[in-house]
């Protein structure tokens, strides 16, 4: 049998990503094990991933992308539809629905993407949700005082991977914070929110993040990541992420309960969710939920500590597998390397020595030699990653600290022209 007939005979996805996406690899490596094809939907411009080329090229902001995709791919075996990033979640659910296949409500995803309208869903369910305001910068920069009391988050209503989040703790510092969202919100998606920002509550206590999948309902734990550094700002970086999670066993179930019941009050029902929580006082604060998988390169640390990946069990699972997960036999961890100062990247110094540390499986710096760097509220990337997996949590984080302890990133200014 020729391999064009073999091939007809294959499940096939299609995938919707960004061309520059961290999960694009991970996904077209998980379906290629799976013995899935893959069909790209992406922008298609400057990619060199062939993947991508060959896919089916569209503008993810046209009004009828979802009808120009399901027109492409008339007459294929579409089994499932994945959207990697937030930026095509919605899209995928609105595909999906056109060709008939198991989806999640685009209303649903819809209520991921947008902090504001999920904090005013939430509202009316059983999960704890900080007390929140919606205000245009204008107003703020007019001196009215916000209604949340001090200390407050000010945050964008769409942005991900905590950019442009900022604690504030005086009306001096609200309005050095407006004037620090303005440029940043000018790369959203429309007029509402590059003029208008959430202003909530500050929940202290530790931040775990979940990750789950959802099937006809019923959301599976996959994950709980324990996030060992206190974040209380100013700013929110996302550095360690470790499981499974030292977290008392009730304290863990509250969580799931938590976003069950917050997957209940969007509608979702479909696929992959990533959460974020904190725990105060013994109880679960609702951060935020998006309907993808966890960003960056962290989905690595399932594959460390269970031996399938998350993109694997994703792509089961949308093709309607059963995903029967092993008991952990060990346990992972990351730091996303933080990007503490603006300038151009000149090297990153210590990587063998901090290779060369007991249960360090892999460094990987993302960010080219010569190339801008930009540290949060502004930035929207991560230096690079250091993975570790070790018999006990504790031997994770030890391992990481000390892998980045021995990292000297060296930086030039950046030069001006007049």
Not at 85 to 111: C, F, M, Q, W
């Amino acid at each position: 049998m020729n391999n064009t007939r073999a091939n007809s005979f294959r499940p096939c996805i299609l995938l919707l990503s960004p061309h520059c996406s961290y999960r694009l690899g991970p996904y077209i490596s998980a379906a290629e094990k799976l013995n899935t094809d893959v069909i790209v939907v992406s922008q298609g411009e400057h990619s060199l991933v062939s993947a991508v080329v060959s896919g089916i090229h569209v503008n993810f902001n046209d009004a009828d992308t979802d009808q120009q995709i399901v027109t492409a791919v008339q007459g294929k075996p579409v089994q499932a539809v994945i959207g990697t990033d937030d930026l095509t979640v919605e899209l995928a659910a609105k595909v999906s629905r056109a060709l008939g296949l198991t989806h999640n409500d685009p209303a649903a995803i819809r209520y991921t993407r947008r902090k504001d309208l999920a904090r005013v869903c939430l509202q009316h369910s059983p999960v704890n949700v900080p007390a929140f305001e919606k205000r245009t910068l204008d107003s703020l920069s007019a001196q009215t005082p916000a209604a949340i009391p001090y200390p407050c988050v000010i945050k964008p209503l769409a942005l991900s991977g905590s950019r442009g989040v900022i604690r504030v703790n005086s009306d001096e510092e609200l309005q050095l914070a407006c004037q620090r969202l303005r440029p940043i919100l000018q790369q959203a998606d429309n007029d509402e929110e590059r003029e208008t920002v959430l202003i909530e509550a500050y929940i202290p206590g530790y931040e775990f993040a979940y990750e789950g999948l959802l099937n006809k309902g019923q959301l599976q734990t996959l994950a709980l990541f324990d996030k060992p550094d206190l974040m209380q700002g100013p700013y929110f970086e996302e550095t360690y992420y470790i499981t499974p999670s030292r977290l008392a066993p009730q304290l863990q179930e509250k969580i799931h309960l938590a976003v069950m019941q917050a997957c209940e009050a969007y509608g979702l029902c479909e696929g992959p969710v990533h959460a974020e929580v904190r725990i105060h006082d013994d109880e679960v604060w609702f951060m935020e939920m998006a309907s993808r998988t966890i960003g960056g390169q962290c989905a690595q640390l399932l594959n460390y500590a269970t031996g399938m990946t998350l993109e694997e069990m994703v792509i089961a699972q949308a093709s309607g597998a059963a995903i029967k997960l092993n008991d952990a036999q060990q346990a992972a961890g990351v730091l996303m390397i933080p990007i503490n100062q603006r300038g151009l990247l000149r090297r990153v110094e210590g990587i063998m020595a901090a290779e060369k540390i007991e249960y360090i499986e892999d460094i990987e710096i993302s960010i080219r030699e010569g190339y801008e760097i930009i540290p949060l509220p502004e930035g929207d990337s991560y230096l690079g990653f250091i993975f570790a997996k070790a018999p006990t949590p504790v031997l994770v984080e030890q391992a990481l600290r000390e892998a980045y302890a021995k990292l000297n990133i060296v930086t030039s200014p950046l030069l001006h022209s007049i």
